[in-house]
């Protein structure tokens, strides 16, 4: 991992060896800044000291490649996306996984999974042209996302409201709004 201070150039480089071991997929930071996650082909999340650089933790449970990590607001959850077909949730405190939700199945396309601007949803995508929405605390899903011919590469989320842009293989954006679930 090298994070770099953009005003002077400067590399800061962990050498120890708790670094990934393949391709870092995706990164999130706390929104205090003091922490931020990855996630890696290699199967592992790993969470970082955002000051020292550190590794604080690692989440080694899954057995498939982790494309998607998301840290909550209060950087107490931990929200991931794996080729097994997978979305988890964390507890931080512990790293023990609180649910995991099945969305498709394993597959070799990019997974993604992200809260919603409150946390009250988790947004999800796998190998097929639909999108799903599902409620984070009953676990169950609420919606889901259809349009799109082929599969959706990426998902975004409003910072405001429920507001979702997606996009596909049929280079094709998608502007989603729902006011309920």
């Known amino acids: 991992m090298r994070v770099y201070n953009v005003q002077t150039g400067s590399c800061y480089i962990n050498e120890s060896t708790s670094q990934h071991t393949e ?10 800044g003091k922490m931020f ?9 790993k969470l970082w000291d955002g000051v020292s650089m550190s590794n604080i933790a ?6 498939a490649e982790v494309t998607s990590v998301q840290l909550s607001k209060n950087s107490k959850y931990l929200l991931s996306a794996s080729k097994d077909g997978y979305v988890r949730l964390y507890d ?6 609180i649910f995991h939700l099945q969305t498709g199945n394993p597959t070799e396309v990019r997974t993604q999974a992200l ?16 999108g799903y929405i599902f409620d984070t605390r ?8 259809d349009g799109h011919l082929k599969p959706i590469k990426s998902i975004a989320t409003s910072p405001t409201d ?7 293989l049929d280079n094709r954006a998608r502007f ?6």
Do not use: M, R
């Open 115 to 130: 809260f919603s601007h409150n946390e009250d949803f988790i947004y999800t995508t796998n190998s097929s042209p639909t």
């Open 176 to 181: 989603w709004h729902a006011t309920e679930y």
């Open 37 to 45: 996650a990855s996630c890696s082909a290699d199967g592992k999340i």
């Open 58 to 63: 690692t989440i080694d449970d899954i057995k």
């Open 92 to 97: 931080l405190s512990n790293g023990a996984p």
């Open 162 to 168: 429920n507001s979702i842009i997606t996009c596909s």
């Open 23 to 32: 391709q870092i997929n995706a990164l999130s930071y706390s929104a205090d």
């Open 138 to 145: 009953t676990h169950q899903q609420v919606a889901s996302l």
